[in-house]
Nanobody
């Protein structure tokens, strides 16, 4: 069994900061890419930021220069530092990991349960 558990969401004023954390646990052999997605009401889920096992990163245009993704491979954890938050950043944020459960399985996508981020104007 594999679990991805997010934490760090909440309510913040426009211009404020939040740091999201996602810890993967359970039967994990190897993790490839990890990332953060978000889904606002009435909208499709979108990629916010991704990071490879080697540390290469990519960001949605809307968050470049404001958000920073990082990871701790030893602890199977990924972080999202969100600065200069805007009301349009309001959404449920989901953690994603592309991982193998053991040497015999293929890489598969796993998702966290989501954490709410609300930015007030």
């Amino acid at each position: 069994q594999v679990q991805l558990v997010e934490s760090g969401g909440g309510l913040v004023q426009s211009g404020g900061s939040l740091r999201l954390t996602c810890a993967a646990s359970g039967s994990i052999f190897s993790i490839n890419a990890m990332g953060w997605y978000r889904q606002a009401p009435g909208k499709q889920r979108e990629l916010v930021a991704g990071i490879s096992s080697g540390g290469s990163t990519n960001y949605a245009e809307s968050v470049k220069g404001r958000f920073t993704i990082s990871r701790n491979n030893a602890q199977n954890t990924v972080y999202l530092q969100m600065n200069s938050l805007k009301p349009e950043d309001t959404a449920v944020y989901y953690c994603n990991a592309d991982l193998k459960r053991n040497v015999y399985t293929r890489y598969e996508d796993y998702w966290g349960q989501g954490t709410q981020v609300t930015v007030s104007s």
